[in-house]
């Protein structure tokens, strides 16, 4: 059986891929996006959560 936080944080990576699809063509979420994986050093969704959860959250927030 799964933690809550590991349930979490598969949740959080699905709003951001669906996120990343709704807004393909919105220069606002890929320069938000941008900033957060040069921010955190990383280059995926899964990494971004890892190393900040915060910034994911953020992200999801302003953009959901």
């Known amino acids: 059986m799964k933690r809550?936080?590991?349930?979490?944080?598969?949740?959080l990576v699905k709003q951001l891929n669906w996120l990343e699809r709704k807004n393909k063509k919105n220069t606002e979420w890929d320069t938000q996006v941008k900033?957060?994986?040069e921010t955190s050093g990383s280059f995926s969704f899964d990494e971004l959560i890892?190393?900040?959860?915060?910034?994911?959250?953020a992200l999801v927030e302003q953009f959901g």
């Open 4 to 11: 809550q936080s590991t349930l979490d944080k598969i949740e």
């Open 35 to 37: 900033i957060a994986f």
């Open 50 to 57: 890892h190393k900040d959860k915060y910034i994911a959250e």
